[in-house]
């Protein structure tokens, strides 16, 4: 069984920083591209930042320029920088691990989710 544990989030003032981190675990023998979503209050999850097994990334319109999205493929962790916070981040942030492969099987798997909330 593979979960995804993410930490990181917390409540900081706008224009602070944030690191969120989300490292997977189990008998994983790979996994394909991450990335990070977000859900905030009322509003459908949306993607906020992608990377391949490569690095190549990409990034939601709406945090270009302020988050950077990175991976180490040894520990199976993917990290999210997040600078310049702006209130309207506030959400839920998920991980998400594109076909994750074990003995036997191939899926991609959810974190449980870590609350980000951006105030003053």
């Known amino acids: 069984q593979v979960q995804l544990v993410e930490s990181g989030g917390g409540l900081v003032q706008p224009g602070g920083s944030l690191r969120l981190s989300c490292a997977a675990s189990?008998?994983?023998?790979?996994?394909?591209?991450m990335a990070w979503y977000r859900q905030p209050p009322g509003k459908q999850r949306e993607l906020v930042a992608h990377?391949?097994?490569?690095?190549?990334?990409h990034y939601g319109d709406s945090v270009k320029g302020r988050f950077t999205i990175s991976r180490d493929n040894a520990k199976n962790t993917v990290y999210l920088q997040m600078n310049s916070l702006k209130p309207e981040d506030t959400a839920v942030y998920y991980c998400?691990?594109?076909?994750?492969?074990?003995?036997?099987?191939?899926?991609?798997?959810w974190g449980q989710g870590t609350q980000v909330t951006v105030s003053s």
């Open positions: 998400n691990a594109d076909r994750v492969w074990q003995i036997g099987s191939v899926r991609n798997y």
């Open positions: 189990g008998s994983i023998f790979s996994i394909g591209a």
């Open positions: 990377i391949t097994t490569g690095g190549s990334t």
